[in-house]
């Protein structure tokens, strides 16, 4: 073997152990790590942690079409109309409690696209809430009837808020403050500050509430109370009283002005897993004002909820009939 034989060979080998350590280190580089979405279930079903954070998010929402009736013994009227709501809540533990974001994003319409609000923006810290939501005075007592989500049969409505809520024991006590552009169907933009209060306490049973409400523009007071019974198996009673000297619009004093008081209650029964019945009464002080309503859930798949109900009352002039279809997720 001649010396140039040798070193060619000496050469082919060197490239081709070099080639194999090349070879070897691609193959055996390794991807990067990835982050999975993993559950949180520090505050219940469906929050998951943000990638690289300790914020749990959940996302949940509905899609709802109804046919609505009307016969108020003038007009008869026919209103078929859909909704689509997304709500979004972020939390995590802070050394001043949970920190918790609210952003409900909702839009409503007829045979055309509907415009998307913002219906909620709310931030909390601990017992600290601060932002635009629905009015404590009705978020303290629920939404009336066995409807779909915060549609009860007596109105609710919206504003800026500010307030505190200690709870403990099953016990809650909030003071607060809010601005509203629209309490009831009258226009109140003007109106300054008002100023709110409110107890509850749960147990077992059930719920009972107390609220109060400073209407510095009428110089007024209105107040509410409310109790819900669980105890019994299958069975929900809610009742609720509500009253002022006719001069607020937070109770009615927005229909009439000699309207002091308004009541209701409604019973709830769970036939079984996927169907439910309520019927309902309610009557305020002013000529036929009581209302009687009777309704079904029907949930016959997970997720879908159809809830045909019909509303009778105003001395036998009014009758109200509507089928509404929801799909939660």
Known sequence: MTIKSLLLGSAAAMLAVSGANAADAVFAAEPEPMEYVKVCDTYGNGF???PGTETCLNINGYIRTEYIYTDNNIVETGDWRYRARLNIDARNETDWGTLRSQLRIQGDGRATDANAVIDRALISIGGLRMGYSDLFFNTNHGY????AANDGYYDFDQGILLDYTF???GFSATIGVQDTASVGPVLTSSDPIDVYAGVSYSGSWGRVAGSVIYDTSADEMAWKVSANI?????LVINAWYQADNGGTPYVTGYLAPTVEWEWGVDVAYQVNAQFAVWAGYTDADF???ERFGIGAVWNPVSGLSIRPEAVFG???NYTQVRLRVVRSF
């Not at 669980?230 to 299958?234: F, H, M, Q, V």
């Open 48 to 50: 998951f942690y943000i």
């Open 314 to 316: 105003g001395g036998g």
């Open 167 to 169: 709870a403990g024991n």
């Open 144 to 147: 009336g009837w066995q409807r």
């Open 287 to 289: 000529t036929d004002a």
């Open 230 to 234: 669980t105890a019994i198996e299958n």
